[in-house]
């Protein structure tokens, strides 16, 4: 798609993303687009998030990796918390 579509800036600074931008892209409520600055252009990019059990699962598979155990995981967050 390189159709150009022109949206307005509101007084609060929020744009509507255009019905025609939002079908293609299928962009819906709730989904994140990253702001990308290059030069004098914003580029609005879909993106995915990651769900928490994903982020769980990578910080799992990291955590044996690397051989931590869970005990010196709590132990960490001990010394953090100060006590």
Request: hydrophobic share 35%; charged share 40%.
């Given at each position: ?33 990253a ?49």
């Amino acid at each position: 798609m390189n159709d150009i579509v022109i949206t307005r800036v509101t007084r609060k600074f929020q744009i509507t993303v255009p019905k025609k931008v939002r079908e293609a892209l299928s962009i819906k409520e709730g989904d994140y687009l990253a702001a990308i600055i290059s030069g004098d252009e914003i580029i609005l990019k879909k993106i995915e998030m990651p769900s928490w059990e994903e982020i769980f699962k990578e910080g799992e598979k990291s955590r044996k990796k690397k051989n931590i155990t869970r005990g010196k995981i709590r132990e960490a967050v001990r010394e953090e918390r100060g006590g």
